[in-house]
């Protein structure tokens, strides 16, 4: 295994030995967690005291130190490991936790660690959906603001041309065509008229005004011509000028 600075931040990195991978189990776990090339290790710990003078995990209550021990357990795939600050065989402080899934130990981030991530990554999104939007923004001093997308003229080239539809006639023409048709109408009444289609139509019935009697038309007659051939009455002459006397 290479070595790893211990600089680097231990929340982006992993370790794994693959010749402990198929033999893991909770009896052994501890041991391949304090392999010398773990970097998450501390050989300062009392459980490297306690493995070189071959004793039991049990004399860690009895010592003052950091040290580590096994949490949870669930196997094959996953083991739960927890460093601690040990103060009396009563009382201790959690210092990290780490975390082996199949064979590959990382460690656990904390709180403060995990919301500060996701306050990052929502930033992030934000600001670059901020400067997207900003891209599309156009100004101009007579225009004003307004947007221009990338994909706006492709869309407008792609969409059919649809060909506007000429109006066989202006209002004016169809108001002026509705009178004479009224005018012809009333003119040349019909003759025929069909109440549904399919029917059979039926003859109109035009009312005929009475027409005058000869008599009176003739006098009517000889009254225009009398009227027409009097002589007309004489036109005075215009007054005669006189001398003003001085």
Same mark, same amino acid.
């Given at each position: 295994?290479?070595?790893?600075?211990?600089?680097?931040?231990?929340?982006?990195?992993?370790?794994?030995?693959?010749?402990?991978?198929?033999? *893991?189990?909770?009896?052994? &776990?501890?041991?391949?967690? +304090?392999?010398?090339?773990? !970097?998450?290790?501390?050989?300062?710990?009392?459980?490297? &005291?306690?493995?070189?003078?071959?004793?039991?995990?049990?004399?860690?209550?009895?010592?003052? #130190?950091?040290?580590?021990?096994?949490?949870? /357990?669930? =196997? !094959?795939?996953?083991?739960?490991?927890?460093?601690?600050?040990?103060?009396?065989?009563?009382?201790? $402080?959690? *210092?990290?936790?780490?975390?082996?899934?199949? #064979?590959?130990?990382?460690?656990?981030?904390? *709180?403060?660690?995990?919301?500060?991530?996701?306050?990052? +990554?929502?930033?992030?999104?934000?600001? +670059?959906?901020?400067?997207?939007?900003?891209?599309?923004?156009?100004?101009?001093?007579?225009?004003?603001?307004?947007?221009? $997308?990338?994909?706006?003229?492709?869309? =407008?080239? /792609?969409?059919?041309?649809?060909?506007?539809?000429?109006?066989?006639?202006?209002?004016?023409?169809?108001?002026?065509?509705?009178?004479?048709?009224?005018?012809?109408?009333?003119? $040349?009444?019909?003759?025929?008229?069909? !109440?549904?289609?399919? =029917? @059979?139509?039926?003859?109109?019935? &035009?009312?005929? =005004?009475?027409?005058?009697?000869?008599? %009176?038309?003739?006098?009517?007659?000889?009254? *225009?011509? %009398?009227?027409?051939?009097?002589?007309?009455?004489?036109?005075? !002459?215009?007054?005669? @000028?006189?001398?003003?006397?001085?």
């Amino acid at each position: 295994m290479t070595a790893v600075d211990f600089r680097d931040n231990l929340l982006g990195i992993s370790w794994v030995d693959s010749g402990w991978v198929p033999i *893991l189990n909770p009896t052994n &776990v501890l041991d391949y967690f +304090s392999e010398r090339s773990n !970097p998450f290790y501390d050989r300062t710990c009392n459980n490297e &005291v306690v493995k070189m003078q071959r004793l039991t995990l049990d004399h860690l209550n009895q010592m003052v #130190g950091v040290e580590y021990i096994l949490l949870h /357990a669930q =196997e !094959p795939i996953l083991y739960i490991i927890r460093k601690q600050q040990r103060q009396s065989p009563t009382q201790v $402080f959690t *210092l990290a936790d780490y975390y082996i899934i199949a #064979g590959v130990v990382y460690q656990a981030p904390d *709180l403060g660690t995990v919301i500060s991530s996701r306050v990052l +990554s929502a930033v992030h999104g934000i600001q +670059s959906a901020f400067d997207e939007a900003m891209s599309y923004c156009r100004y101009h001093p007579s225009k004003g603001y307004w947007w221009h $997308f990338k994909d706006q003229e492709e869309r =407008e080239k /792609a969409k059919p041309k649809s060909k506007k539809k000429e109006e066989p006639s202006s209002m004016f023409q169809r108001h002026r065509v509705d009178t004479l048709l009224l005018d012809l109408r009333s003119k $040349f009444p019909p003759t025929f008229y069909q !109440p549904k289609p399919g =029917e @059979k139509p039926i003859p109109v019935e &035009v009312k005929k =005004e009475p027409e005058p009697p000869t008599e %009176t038309v003739k006098q009517e007659e000889r009254e *225009l011509a %009398t009227k027409s051939s009097a002589p007309a009455p004489p036109s005075k !002459p215009p007054p005669e @000028k006189r001398a003003r006397l001085q």
